[in-house]
């Protein structure tokens, strides 16, 4: 009877992987798709919907389609607020006396706006995980606490989150 170590058998496992593997990256290769792939991995190192977005009531109640102003670059979570003069939505400015000290919801995507660019926000009825919600740079404790009221009372709820 042959007897093998567990050892032996782990070697095997590897090279097996390692022989996938190879070959995995020799059909990326022959297809150059390599270039795809970096994109790829970036993509999904960001935060997406789900780290977000805990819970919402539908779509079609929680989010407004909305437009961002030029110069704005918003990621995914951010903070966001309604200037009045233009309507346009913009980061949360608490010291604002515009109408940009007023959160209104999150930003659902990244935006960069070289122009004025569409979007959709979470702006009622929705539970936002905490280590999701982007806040401004310059945010103190009070005011995004009364940052978070505002939320609140839009219904939209900041969890602790994993």
Not at 11 to 16: A, H, P
Request: proline residues 2%; glycine residues 6%.
């Amino acid at each position: 009877m042959n007897e093998r170590t567990t050892t032996d058998l782990e070697t095997d496992n590897l090279t097996k992987y390692r022989n996938e593997v190879l070959e995995l990256i020799r059909l990326c290769n022959l297809s150059r798709m390599p270039e795809k792939i970096g994109e790829f991995i970036e993509q999904s190192t960001s935060l997406a919907h789900g780290d977000l977005l805990k819970y919402e009531a539908s779509s079609l109640y929680s989010r407004d389609q909305i437009t961002v102003a030029k110069g704005q670059n918003l990621k995914l979570g951010t903070v966001v607020a309604k200037k009045t003069e233009d309507g346009f939505i913009r980061v949360l400015n608490p010291t604002g006396t515009d109408g940009t000290q007023t959160a209104i919801g999150a930003i659902l995507s990244d935006v960069n706006a070289t122009e004025n660019a569409k979007a959709v926000i979470i702006t009622r009825g929705a539970i936002l995980a905490d280590h999701a919600v982007v806040w401004p740079a310059n945010i103190t404790e009070e005011q995004k606490a009364e940052a978070i009221k505002q939320l609140e009372a839009r219904g939209i709820i900041i969890r602790k989150g994993v």
